[in-house]
Every structure is written in structure tokens, then in C-alpha cells.
């Protein structure tokens, strides 16, 4: 079917060229017109964060549930007359022109604390959100700064704390700086412009259509803002590697004496087939992701699904038909000498160091696996929360509005726990709940500062404010949650009320222990399946056993690496983070689900020419070498790419982005040289023929999936050269 595909692509190439276009541009149009906005919920149903959530959303405290800042810096002090008016009608005009917006200021009664007690040149006013898209979000914090901005006193500053008000550090540059590094690892790989432009075309228009189909679902679904630059990352890295898998195989079939047509044909039924089985592995293995049961990881998962398939499906309809454009002048305006074809050459530097590895296995073997679990050791100490805006860089508002409130208060007022309570009683739970503020005001360890209690007007629920001591990010912050909920607020109101922690800084603790809860069975899924896919396809049970327990290991690699940077520090200046942070909860979910599908590309190239040559050989070692020698140059040209694109997000602003570009980036370097090169040979080559064990009664039930070409090389070139000889006579 591959093979006609191909044919029919080849052939009516210009009508698949435009149907692309059209499709590129239609759908951008499309999610133009239509609109919407990214959302991001962290629902989380049975935590107590959520239930204090559920509470302010039922009562007249729905404009509770985001907070933000507005601090400020006065050298004459806050108190100044002018100073204290032109703050004063900034607080009025934000309440004035944002709907869903209320400011607590701090020349009000209830915000006299907003005022530094031992610097009274600093204050802030706290800006309380209803419930809103990203975008809205966005917005909003735009016309809030906007109107900061016609603020003019002397020796005044301002800054804005919250993530409405943040630098958007999704811009496209990164990605921008990916593909350019691509570009040069092609042209050094062929040595030709038309040979590299090929992944890098299909690749764009891949992901284009993929990302605009995206922008439409966002309608559809909860998509969190940085939804686009994940599908990007993940997108423009396979759409580069599977383009080029498919552009080295049709390479090898020119060199080898076939005709353009043959050699697109070949390529698609051979590399192709990989490709698909490759990028499906990947797509489920994001959509595992499901499995942890919320919006936010649903919506991502579903998006960069999209993006894969759409790069696979350009990867054996489009890069066909541009190939057929192309035909025999790939090799056409070269760079430099023009590059060697590896079409198998025993003489190669490939060939012999898989001979290297296959003469001493073991060794290697204990070689890579130490150098792995050295790697994986600071994975042993993760620590999953969230950055705060101490971790932005120096120049973002948040950060600087962050440093003000840190340089007056303590860090502890930039992440508030809000305490949150139903009281039917009325006066009684009020009163409950005041005793609990004194309490808190002790002072409780960790406690910077508890505010009185507040009802809303129907008397239905009251609300109050703890200030920790420490930074939102904070390990202590975290224990401090915990010591609220389960000894100090049982302790002071005992039954007398029901007090739920909640708010920003609560809310990211509960959605790390859940994570952390749900990870295991997300694991323990992916690599179920995985197996079994490997097992369908190469009809074995050690193969895909070895790849597996591979794959883990060079995940764990990057687990262990991206700990070391961002929790341990070391080398972070040397990308832009100022402190240590805990990794962010949803990363290793992500990098995991990512990763592992990445890897088992690699895995399914490699074996899939190694099995090849084992079925027409017989011979295991002969065929470790052969399959390494042919895939070796390729897969360490697309494990580059993948480094450099992912790679280029270490070197963003958002902290977040930076741990998932370091981890995917580390994962796939260990993946292509330890792993590859080294583990795999060394395995193969000790397990021998067991390789390819399956039981027999096992192998009988298995149904059949190929991703080999129903013909070989030689076959192509046999039926090729009888027509040639039948068109002579």
C-alpha cells in the first residue's frame, strides 16, 4: 500500500504540492477566523486546594480566584500626598475599566498590612481576578500596565507581580534557532542544499498545519499558552528526523542503480513504514497522558499528537512528491566535497566500531551502564513544585515586582495561602475562624502573618489570608501546607468549622502530590504498551525488553541531569537561572511521554535495518554491524537535530520551558551515543541468536505487523534490470 502511495504521490506530484499549500493556508485561515483562546485549569477534584477553589466560585469571592500585585517604590515614601493620590487613582481605574477585577489597596482598612511596617517606602495593593482565558488574562495585565504607565511622580516605581502581567516568552525565537541549527547539521550531513532543504520544507509544513489545526481545537479544548511551542518542539524535531530517514534511504536507492521513481517507492515502503510505526509509538505514548486524568495534560497530549501526525503525514505524501520534483539533482548544489552514501560499507568507521564493541561486549557493556546510572543518581532527591517569579529574568516585571514585596515583606507575601470556609453559623464560624487568625499570629513557625477573617455578604463563606515566611517555591512553603492542614487548623478550630488551604501556592502543591501519586501507573501503562508494540512488530521478547529497560535508563539520565542543574544549581547561570527551583510537576510526566516515544524511534530505525539484515543473513553479529554501519550516520545526524531543537529552549525565559528543552535535549544525546552505540551492539551481540527468541505457541497467536518493504534492495534492482532487458529486446 506504501508502495502505491508513494507511486501515486511521485506521479501527481504538482496536485499534491497544491493541495498541501492550500491545506497550510486554509487551515490558518480557518483557526483565524474562528478565533479562541488557550485556558488553563488546574482542576484537581478531592484536593483541598480545589474545594477552597469550589468555594470562592460559588460565592461572591469568584473575583478572588486569581491574585495579582501592583508594587510599588517610593523614595519619599507611600505615605507622600502625591505619591498616595496618583497610587489611589491607578487602584480605582484598574477597578473602573477591568470587569472581574477588584483591588485591595493599601490605603484601605483591610490592606493597612500592604504597607512595608520596617521600609515605608514600599506597599502594594493586591489585585484579585475572576476566573478568564490566558489571553483575557493577558490582556487585562496589559491594560493594567497601560494605565501604570500614565502614572508620572517623581522617584516613583512600579512593577506588576503575577502571571497576567509576565513577559511572553513564547516568541517564536527558539524554535527559530532550532531550525537554523538543523539546517546546518543537514547540509553538513549531505553536503547538499537540496538534500537538507527537503526535511526542513516537509518538516514546516508539517507542523504548520498541525499547529494551525491546533489553534482550532483550543476552542474545543482546555489548552494551557504554552500548548504551541510544545507541539513545536516535539513536531519540528521528528518532522526533520522522519523526512530525513526517508531522504537517506532514497539517497542509498539512487547510488544503489535504481531510477528516481523506484528508489521514492522503496523509501516510503522501507523507511516509511518506520516512520509511521515510530511516530505512532510516539503519539501514544503522549496520549498515555490521559491517564493522569487532567485537562491540562489532556490538551497538550491531544495537541502534540496532532503535530506528529501531521508531520508523518507529510513525511509519506508531501516529501515524495517534492523528491519527484527533485529526482536525480538531490546532490545538486553541493557544500564542500560531495558526501559519501552509506550504503553498508564494511570499511566504514561505523562498521568497525560496532566490531570494536561486538569483540569485548561486556565491558561496554558495564561501561554504559555505569556511566547511566551515575547520570540518573540526582534523580534519586526530584523534588516536584512550580518556579515562582524569583526564577524570571531580571528585567520581567513580575521579577522586579517579586524582588519589591520580597525587599518588604519577606518572599512570603508573593504566594499567599488562602484559607477559605463554609459558615453556616454565621457569627460562630466568623468567630472560629478569628480565633484561628490569632493563633496563626502567635506566631505559628513559617507563619509571617495571618489576616482576620472576611465574610461576604450573604454570610455563606468566609475567606482569610496566611503569609509564609518563605518563597512560594519553597520546600518549608510546602511543609507549612501541610502542617496547616493537618495539625495546626484541626488543633485550633477542631470541628467547630471546616477550613479548606488554598490559593496559588497550595493549589501547585496539591497538583506536584498528584502528579507524583498518578506518575507510576502512567509509567507502568507506556511501558506496557511499548513492549507489546515492539514484541508485534520484531517477534520477540527480549528485544523489546532490552529496549524498554534502554529507555528507562536514558530517561532517568535526564531526570537526573535536569535535577542536578535546576534543584542542585549546578551550571544553571550558565542558562539563565538565578537560584535553584523544584522541577515543575508536569515536566517529567511530559519529558517522559516524550522521550520514550523519541526513543523508540531510534529503537525501531536501528532494529528494523538490524532485523533486515538478520532475516537475509541468519547471522546475529553479521548483522548488529551491518544494521549499525547503515543506520549509525543517520540516526546520530537526526539525534543532533532533535539536541539543537530542543536545546534552543534551555536558552528561553520560562523556567518551565528550559527543563523541558534541557531534559528532552539530554535524553535523546544519551540515547543516540550511549545507548545506541554502545549498549545496544554490546546486548545484542552477548544475547546472540536468544535475540530473536519467541515461543513458539506465542509467535502462532501474535497477529503479523511488518514494517519492512515487501521487496528488498536486491529485488528492486532484479525487476529493474528484467525490464530494462525486456525494453532493449
Not at 479562541?36 to 482542576?43: D, L, P, S
Not at 510537576?585 to 529503537?603: K, T
Not at 545484542?684 to 503479523?704: A, F, Q, T, Y
Amino acid at each position: 500500500m506504501l508502495e502505491r502511495l508513494a507511486r501515486t504521490m511521485y506521479r501527481r506530484r504538482r496536485r499534491v504540492l497544491v493541495a498541501w499549500i492550500v491545506l497550510l493556508i486554509g487551515t490558518f485561515m480557518l483557526s483565524s477566523a474562528i478565533g479562541g483562546a488557550f485556558h488553563t485549569e488546574f482542576k484537581l477534584p478531592g484536593t483541598e486546594s480545589q474545594a477552597a477553589f469550589d468555594l470562592l466560585q460559588k460565592s461572591s469571592f469568584r473575583d478572588r480566584q486569581v491574585q495579582g500585585q501592583i508594587a510599588f517604590r517610593a523614595e519619599n515614601g507611600v505615605d507622600d500626598p502625591a505619591v498616595e493620590e496618583a497610587m489611589q487613582g491607578l487602584f480605582d481605574k484598574v477597578e473602573a475599566t477591568i470587569s472581574g477585577v477588584t483591588v485591595v489597596s493599601p490605603y484601605s482598612p483591610e490592606g493597612e498590612r500592604q504597607i512595608a511596617p520596617d521600609n515605608p517606602t514600599i506597599a502594594y495593593a493586591e489585585i484579585n481576578f475572576a476566573d478568564r482565558s490566558n489571553e483575557q488574562f493577558r490582556e487585562d495585565g496589559k491594560k493594567i500596565k497601560e494605565l501604570g504607565d500614565q502614572v508620572h511622580v517623581p522617584r516613583l516605581e512600579i512593577q506588576y507581580g503575577g502571571d497576567m502581567f509576565a513577559t511572553n516568552p513564547i516568541n517564536g525565537v527558539t524554535e527559530a534557532v532550532g531550525i537554523a541549527a538543523a539546517m546546518i547539521i543537514l547540509l553538513i550531513a549531505f553536503g547538499s542544499v537540496l538534500a537538507m532543504g527537503l526535511p526542513i520544507g516537509t518538516a514546516l509544513f508539517g507542523i504548520g498545519t498541525g499547529v494551525a489545526i491546533v489553534l482550532i481545537m483550543r476552542n474545543f479544548l482546555d489548552m494551557p499558552e504554552f500548548t504551541t511551542a510544545a507541539v513545536a518542539m516535539v513536531g519540528i524535531g521528528v518532522g526533520i528526523d522522519y523526512a530525513l530517514f526517508i531522504v537517506t534511504r532514497y539517497r542509498e536507492n539512487l547510488a544503489a542503480g535504481l531510477d528516481p521513481e523506484r528508489s521514492v517507492a522503496h523509501s516510503v515502503d522501507t523507511a516509511g513504514r518506520a516512520v509511521l510505526f515510530a511516530g505512532s509509538t510516539v503519539m501514544i505514548s503522549v496520549l498515555g497522558l490521559w491517564l493522569m486524568k487532567t485537562s491540562i495534560m489532556r490538551g497538550v497530549s491531544i495537541a502534540i499528537a496532532v503535530g506528529v501526525l501531521t508531520t508523518m503525514l507529510a513525511s509519506v505524501t508531501l516529501l515524495p512528491a517534492l523528491l519527484g520534483f527533485v529526482g536525480r539533482n538531490i546532490d545538486k548544489l553541493k557544500i564542500g566535497r560531495r558526501k559519501r552514501v552509506d550504503t553498508g560499507d564494511r570499511k566504514s568507521g561505523w562498521y568497525r566500531w560496532s566490531r570494536v564493541i561486538q569483540r569485548r561486549p561486556l565491558p561496554a557493556l558495564i561501561g554504559g551502564l555505569v556511566v547511566l546510572l551515575l547520570l540518573t543518581v540526582p534523580l534519586l532527591s526530584m523534588r516536584l513544585g512550580f518556579a515562582d517569579a524569583g526564577n524570571r529574568p531580571a528585567k520581567d516585571t513580575t521579577r522586579r515586582a517579586y524582588d519589591i514585596v520580597s525587599e518588604g515583606f519577606g518572599p512570603g507575601f508573593n504566594g499567599p495561602l488562602l484559607l477559605a470556609a463554609e459558615t453556616p453559623n454565621g457569627g460562630a464560624d466568623v468567630a472560629a475562624l478569628s480565633k484561628l487568625s490569632d493563633a496563626l499570629n502567635a506566631p505559628v513557625p513559617g507563619v509571617a502573618f495571618a489576616t482576620r477573617p472576611q465574610a461576604n455578604a450573604e454570610g455563606t463563606v468566609a475567606i482569610m489570608q496566611v503569609f509564609p515566611t518563605t518563597d512560594p517555591q519553597a520546600r518549608e512553603t510546602a511543609e507549612l501546607v501541610s502542617r496547616l492542614r493537618d495539625d495546626v487548623i484541626p488543633s485550633v478550630v477542631a470541628k467547630q468549622v471546616d477550613v479548606k488551604v488554598g490559593g496559588i501556592t497550595a493549589a501547585a502543591d496539591d497538583f506536584a502530590n498528584y502528579t507524583a501519586g498518578r506518575l507510576p501507573l502512567f509509567i507502568g501503562a507506556v511501558l506496557l504498551l511499548s513492549f507489546l508494540l515492539l514484541m508485534l512488530v520484531f517477534r520477540s521478547l527480549l528485544v523489546p525488553l532490552k529496549a524498554v529497560i534502554m529507555n528507562l535508563l536514558s530517561i532517568g539520565a535526564a531526570f537526573g541531569v535536569i535535577v542536578a542543574v535546576f534543584q542542585w544549581g549546578w551550571g544553571a547561570s550558565l542558562i539563565g537561572v538565578g537560584r535553584s527551583t523544584p522541577i515543575e510537576a508536569w515536566a517529567p510526566v511530559f519529558i517522559f511521554a516524550i522521550v520514550f516515544g523519541l526513543s523508540m524511534d531510534y529503537e525501531v530505525f536501528l532494529l528494523s535495518r538490524i532485523r533486515e539484515e538478520y532475516d537475509r543473513t541468519g547471522d546475529n553479529a553479521t548483522a548488529v554491524a551491518d544494521g549499525l554501519a547503515l543506520t549509525a550516520r543517520v540516526i546520530t545526524a537526526a539525534a543532533a537535530i532533535m539536541v539543537c531543537v530542543f536545546g534552543s529552549f534551555v536558552f528561553g525565559s520560562e523556567v518551565a520551558l528550559k527543563i523541558m528543552g534541557l531534559g528532552l535535549a539530554v535524553a535523546v544525546l544519551v540515547d543516540a551515543t550511549v545507548v545506541r552505540l554502545v549498549l545496544v551492539p554490546s546486548t545484542m551481540e552477548l544475547l546472540g541468536d536468544w535475540n530473536w527468541w519467541i515461543p513458539k505457541w506465542l509467535d502462532r497467536v501474535l497477529p503479523r505487523v511488518h514494517i519492512e518493504a515487501g521487496k528488498s534492495l536486491e529485488d528492486e534492482l532484479v525487476e529493474l534490470h528484467e525490464q530494462e532487458s525486456v525494453e532493449v529486446h
